[in-house]
T-cell receptor
Framework: DADVTQTPRNRITKTGKRIMLECSQT?????MYWYRQDPGLGLRLIYY???????NKGEISDGYSVSRQAQAKFSLSLESAIPNQTALYFC?????????????FGPGTRLTVL | DQQVKQNSPSLSVQEGRISILNCDYT??????FLWYKKYPAEGPTFLIS?????DKNEDGRFTVFLNKSAKHLSLHIVPSQPGDSAVYFC??????????????FGQGTRLTINP
């Protein structure tokens, strides 16, 4: 079974709709992250959470919100989707090990906003 | 402002030869660097990392070199194999006051290994 799962894997929606992307992990990590990937731009950080009571904005948080429901669950919401939010979205988790902080990624959600 | 740059969008290498992927960064506060590999329809997977106190780290066929004065790192894969064909992301981090890290990613380089 995958350690980091994302649902849905693919979603097509219309402009103005509210969308929620969900992420669950079984790695027991405290830290969770949401990224989006766009062609030619790599992965950009949207929001991150270092524990259940901690939520922080990343470099591109406008138009997004998150909820950390439990240590294992971190959801990303688009309150009113717009076409330029069409992208590949990744959830990641990390836990300190030997001084490093390697992040482990889910399989991604491909979101298309028409 | 792109703090981590991979200036080569793509690279094609013959099987058995060496693949060299390059990455440049601008933030001198970065103290940890990682390479991730990504196959289509999958999330990025961790490949190898290096701390700023080192200039080389080796793991099997993969070696990462760090040149702090030039703010440059490279990933060497030797010998290259067809299964190495993927997109490679360079990432860098700087510990904040909480001691945790945020990763800043480059744009990625698509490596194709030709038989």
């Amino acid at each position: 079974d995958a350690d980091v799962t994302q649902t849905p894997r693919n979603r097509i929606t219309k402009t103005g709709k509210r969308i929620m992307l969900e992420c669950s992990q079984t790695k027991g990590h405290d830290r969770m992250y949401w990224y989006r990937q766009d062609p030619g731009l790599g992965l950009r950080l949207i929001y991150y959470s270092f524990d259940v009571k901690d939520i922080n904005k990343g470099e591109i948080s406008d138009g997004y919100s998150v909820s950390r429901q439990a240590q294992a669950k971190f959801s990303l919401s688009l309150e009113s989707a717009i076409p330029n939010q069409t992208a590949l979205y990744f959830c990641a988790t990390s836990g300190v090990a030997g001084g490093s902080d390697t992040q482990y990624f889910g399989p991604g959600t491909r979101l298309t906003v028409l | 402002d792109q703090q981590v740059k991979q200036n080569s969008p793509s690279l094609s290498v013959q099987e058995g030869r060496i693949s060299i992927l390059n990455c440049d960064y601008t933030n001198s506060m970065f103290d940890y660097f990682l390479w991730y590999k990504k196959y289509p329809a999958e999330g990025p997977t961790f490949l190898i990392s290096i701390s700023s106190i080192k200039d080389k780290n080796e793991d099997g066929r993969f070696t990462v070199f760090l040149n702090k004065s030039a703010k440059h790192l490279s990933l060497h894969i030797v010998p290259s194999q067809p299964g190495d064909s993927a997109v490679y992301f360079c990432a860098a981090s700087a510990r904040n006051i909480q001691g945790a890290q945020k990763l800043v990613f480059g744009q990625g380089t698509r490596l194709t290994i030709n038989p």
